[in-house]
Nanobody
Framework: QAQVQESGGGLVQPGGSLRLSCVVS????????MAWYRQAPGKAREMISTITTGDHTTYADSVQGRFTISRDNAKNTVLLQMNSLRSEDTAVYYC??????WGQGTQVIVSS
């Protein structure tokens, strides 16, 4: 069973919204700062948001004000609400526990 598993990607039009979910095994979820990264074609993987076990959050400038990260402690899940999506948000999105445990990624395509 995967220790970190993303879901929720898909195709969305510019200006639309998606919510990504990351289910994490309990021991990892309760211990690690969680983060979302993304990797666009031909580009390096970049960190876009983090959330600590105490719910302190950070965001990359490119997503500040449009994306919201949160933790659902009852479900051991990290959520990434993405609003006002742009074509440049197209990428594979990865969930990670402090860079130690990684999911397989979920594809997000923003296109009309």
């Amino acid at each position: 069973q995967a220790q970190v598993q993303e879901s929720g990607g898909g195709l969305v039009q510019p200006g639309g919204s998606l919510r990504l979910s990351c289910v994490v095994s309990e021991s990892i979820f309760r211990t690690y700062t969680m983060a979302w990264y993304r990797q666009a074609p031909g580009k390096a993987r970049e960190m876009i948001s983090t959330i600590t076990t105490g719910d302190h959050t950070t965001y990359a400038d490119s997503v500040q004000g449009r994306f919201t990260i949160s933790r659902d402690n009852a479900k051991n899940t990290v959520l990434l609400q993405m609003n006002s999506l742009r074509s440049e948000d197209t990428a594979v999105y990865y969930c990670t526990a402090s860079g130690v445990y990684w999911g397989q990624g979920t594809q997000v395509i923003v296109s009309s």
